[in-house]
């Protein structure tokens, strides 16, 4: 009666023992092949800019409500609505945090969300940008991106600050209380201010998929090497 006492703990040890390792392992192999389908869906994205960057300017898609035109050269003209001039949290090519400035654009009786572009934290308030004294009709020339989706771990922007995170269409309309296009025009060519970084090209955006990828799949290697040796010393050779 006490040997099967002293067995029953070490059986469930046992169990426990191997059940992580068989999950660690599983999970590690989930995680590289997730990264090749990340890499693979980030080939097409670049591969999709790229083209978008190659091609000719497309009219501002108005009242199209999908992403058919993502990553197009677009062109607009129209009067910016400096009240509602909303700041997004963003990383430059550079590694330096900071803002880009969104703001509302009356198009022939429209209304379409434009990224200016980027400025530092401390420049953001305290700097008179030439744009905020410009109230004349003003042409712009930038690329296409679609409204983002919210997402479960998506931020959600602080407006008191006027702190934003996701360029999401609707959340913006509810906000400024306006009716707008699906599609954002990302300025990239403007001849009005100097003083906002404005970027966007292929290179970028990393593409490091490949590499976190064959680094998951090599910790899952050295598990399996780890647990079949252990099997082997212990129970095999035994």
Known sequence: MSGAHIKEP????????????????VSLLFLGFWQLQRLEWKVELLSSIKNGLSEGIVEFPFDINNSE???????IS??????NEMHFFS??????????IVVPLKSEGRTVYIDLGWT??????SKEFNFRTLNDELYFEGILVFSKERKLFSPKPNIAKNNWYLLNVDE???H???KSEQYILKVMKQEYFTDLLNEFTAINIPNNHLQYAITWFVLAIAIAIMYLTFIYKNILKK
Do not use: E, R, V
């Open 91 to 100: 990383i430059n090519s550079f590694g330096q945090s900071g803002y880009n």
């Open 176 to 178: 400024t209380k306006l």
């Open 10 to 25: 070490s059986l469930i040890k046992n169990i426990t023992f191997h059940s992580l390792f068989l999950l660690a392992l």
């Open 69 to 75: 035109f993502l990553y197009k050269k677009s062109s």
């Open 78 to 83: 129209g009067k910016i609505d400096h009240s």
């Open 172 to 174: 913006m309309d509810n």
């Open 120 to 125: 530092d934290f401390d420049t953001i308030n």
